[in-house]
């Protein structure tokens, strides 16, 4: 830690008696929160009231080489249910490189990406906690502008540690159409390879230390169309139920893409299938809650709501082989995603004066249809069959503005939810949500913004209601205050108000925040990955600086 | 800690003087999947303004259909000229081509597909713009309130001169 700090300072000082190739970034971030007790949700029964997530990021860059570090610090803890390998102070990441354009060298923490991430994706998401950077070396090299080549052998971030499984990579892409000057359409096509040597349990069942995983993808789009297919085989790797080795299995996935989009409309439609896809750098962090160890991708492709009560049941993609009970049987997920958007023109009867925004989404996903054997933890697949129905998600927007002054949103959501296999406890939910926001704008940046939400179902917790006021003093200078209230359930106790009131100063690229409410327990998720968080109430406090 | 927490801000507040002044140099993708470096996509002596945004990000939206009703009048007097960097993950970057047509945006439009620059400038929260001159930043700014383009476009105008 000392020395780290000590880099920081020597590089600094390094920078300001530099002249004009040096270049540096920094950013900094810190998310508190004071956990207080509540007489509606119960008392705050852990350790340390306060806690706190801080992270230091440096970039520095002298004509083509790079070099950065991020300092972490978890103090006295980390916020509730981030992992306990995330705790104290350390350096989190470090790097240096060299970079021509054409090759690129890499030594320390890197994040990659292989196509859509179905093999191979590390990335870092703050709030979630996930933060799998790769640790070892990496070599790119682009021949031509055309072609790119990636490889790298390293281990995987867990924590502060690393992770026992090495990993191995190797990608391609070639631009054809550029290659071959097509003139009207363009046509790529891509290949990686990714590899997880773990030394294997003593088990009767037939895999390899090694886990072999190959993609291949193609794009094309020509005029107004456009497709994508993307193809990944997983080799024979062990299939872990509650911590035990019960068989070994392959994987595979499909994803598919076609979209259609010229300016005032745009469709886009997706398929995705996937068989016991999971991977993680070590084979027992299969199923941990924390999203640590996760080599490849896997977000749920269904549209990503922005409002409370539209993210409360919320779909996680199903990728892994489970036994749960003889009638609670996983083995992947089948489904797709449909996105229309569509312009009024203005001037038209429906588009009015300035016209107006629709979108809509429709999201259904189902089990793998399977002969399951319970006994033997086993199952023969019936490719592109569709079994028990997880979820479904029907969506429709309209964003219209009536005058210079007024701006309104109108969202209705119908959803499905199969509790009892998405999280694998009990209940089915149907539900209703309408949502609808009007803003008002009163020049200079000062703004007022009111949203009223109803969640409408006579399953799981039943009715809630909702409520947003958000004013901007300037446009510097926002204060909000929101209710969801849970006003449906049948148990008295349980009509919960969680409410929240804050406000946030931001000049430049620098943001102050400041927080007060109680937090609804549940999934939080971002961009397709869930964390679980338990329910709070408590004061918390986020900066966010970059330079 | 309380101690590492004073410092590290210390840190961070020597570090205001010496913040970043050029682009650094990452390559990102184009719609139709090429990769190219963001430097050739600057150009030389004009204004360019980098608006980092996501299609699930409803302030990012609301800035850039704000923009889009403007854009016309601010590329005559300044030619200025906007990329929409998309930071869209593959969860969501299938749905960006059908939403800026539906939109009707006439943004640039750019993939920065793993974060890779959005991590180089150390950016945390988006809607954030980065208004260049050539490939040097004159101006960041995080966050979007309704009417707050109109303090853009004024750096924008100081700049283009």
């Not at chain 1, 950065?68 to 249910?81: D, F, I, R, T």
């Not at chain 1, 350390?90 to 990659?112: A, D, P, Q, R, S």
């Not at chain 1, 009867?349 to 089990?367: D, E, I, P, R, T």
């Not at chain 2, 991590?119 to 260049?132: M, S």
Request: one cysteine or more; a neutral charge; hydrophobic letters at 35%.
């Amino acid at each position: 830690m000392k020395k780290s700090i000590l880099f920081i300072i020597l590089l600094i000082s390094f920078v300001s008696f530099s002249q004009e190739d040096h270049d540096i970034s920094y950013g900094f971030e810190s998310n508190s929160q004071y956990y207080l007790d509540d007489s509606k949700t119960g008392d705050f029964l852990e350790s340390n009231r306060f806690r706190s997530n801080n992270f230091f990021k440096i970039d520095y860059s002298y004509k083509n080489f790079y070099a950065g570090l991020q300092v972490e610090s978890y103090e006295p803890k980390a916020m509730l249910n981030y992992s306990p390998n995330l705790d104290k102070t350390n350096l989190g990441l470090y790097y240096l490189g060299y970079n021509t354009g054409k090759i690129e060298v890499t030594l320390g923490h890197f994040y990659e990406q292989f196509g859509s991430g179905l093999i191979l994706r590390s990335w870092e998401d703050r709030q979630l906690g996930i933060n799998n950077a790769l640790l070892g070396g990496r070599f790119k090299y682009s021949p031509k502008e055309y072609l790119h080549f990636t490889s790298f052998y390293a281990n995987q971030r867990k924590g502060f540690a690393i992770s026992k499984g090495n990993i191995i990579g190797f990608n391609s892409d070639f631009d054809i159409s550029s290659a071959l000057n097509f003139e009207t359409s363009s046509l790529s096509a891509g290949f990686s390879y990714v590899g997880r040597s773990q030394e294997k349990t003593e088990t009767n069942f037939d895999y390899n230390n090694r886990t072999d995983l190959f993609s291949s993808r193609i794009e094309f789009s020509k005029d107004h169309f456009y497709s994508n297919l993307e193809y990944v085989a997983k080799g024979k790797d062990a299939v872990i139920i509650q911590n035990q080795i019960k068989n070994a299995k392959k994987g595979a996935a499909v994803l598919a893409n076609f979209g259609y989009a010229k300016k005032g409309l745009g469709i886009n439609a997706t398929f995705r299938r996937m068989e016991n896809m999971n991977l993680f750098s070590d084979r027992e962090a299969n199923g941990n809650i924390y999203n640590e160890s996760v080599v490849n991708y896997l977000p749920a492709l269904t549209k990503q709501h922005d409002y409370l009560l539209t993210n409360i049941y919320v779909y996680q993609a199903q990728p892994q082989v489970s036994f749960q009970d003889p009638s609670l049987i996983k083995s992947g997920e089948i489904g797709g995603q449909i996105d229309v958007f569509y312009k009024l023109k203005k001037g038209t009867f429906l588009g009015g004066k300035y016209g107006a925004k629709v979108a809509l989404n429709f999201s259904s996903w189902h089990g793998l249809k399977a002969d399951y054997d319970f006994a033997s933890f086993d199952y023969e697949m019936d490719f592109f069959g569709f079994g028990q129905k997880y979820f479904s998600d029907l969506s429709f927007e309209v964003r219209k503005k009536w005058s210079k002054q007024w701006n309104t949103i109108f969202y209705y959501v119908n959803q499905s939810y199969n509790k009892r296999y998405i999280e694998e406890t009990f209940g089915e939910i149907n539900a209703n949500i309408f949502v609808s926001e009007a803003t008002y704008k009163m020049g200079k940046g000062k703004s007022l913004r009111f949203e009223a939400q109803l969640l409408a179902t006579n399953d799981d917790r039943k009715n809630w209601a909702g409520g947003t006021v958000e004013y901007n003093a300037t446009s510097k200078l926002a204060v909000y205050i929101n209710d969801i209230y849970n006003y449906g359930n049948d148990d008295v106790d349980q009509q919960i108000h969680y409410y929240n009131v804050g406000g946030s100063y931001t000049v430049g690229a620098h943001r102050f925040a400041l927080n007060y409410g109680r937090q609804r327990g549940g999934l939080i998720c971002i961009g397709g990955v869930c964390r679980n968080v338990p329910e709070s109430t408590g004061i918390s406090a986020n900066i966010t600086m970059s330079f | 800690m309380i101690k590492k927490i004073v410092f590290l801000f210390l840190v961070a507040f020597s570090a205001t003087c010496f913040s970043q002044k050029n682009i650094p140099n990452i390559n990102v993708n184009t719609l139709k999947g090429k990769s190219v470096s963001i430097e050739s996509q600057l150009s030389k002596d004009k204004v360019t303004v980098l608006a980092f945004w996501a299609t699930w990000c409803v302030p990012c939206i609301n800035e850039l259909d704000a923009i889009s009703d403007v854009y016309e009048d601010w590329q005559e007097e300044t030619s200025v000229e906007i990329i929409a960097m998309s930071t869209d993950d593959s969860r969501t970057q299938k749905r960006i081509k059908p939403m800026i047509n539906g939109k009707g945006w006439d943004y640039q439009i750019l993939l920065d597909k793993n974060q890779e620059l959005k991590r180089a400038l150390n950016i945390t929260l988006i809607p954030h713009v980065v208004v260049l001159k050539g490939n040097e930043i004159v101006y960041r700014h995080t966050g979007y309130a309704p009417g707050a383009e109109e303090e853009l476009y004024e750096i924008i105008k100081k700049h283009s001169k």
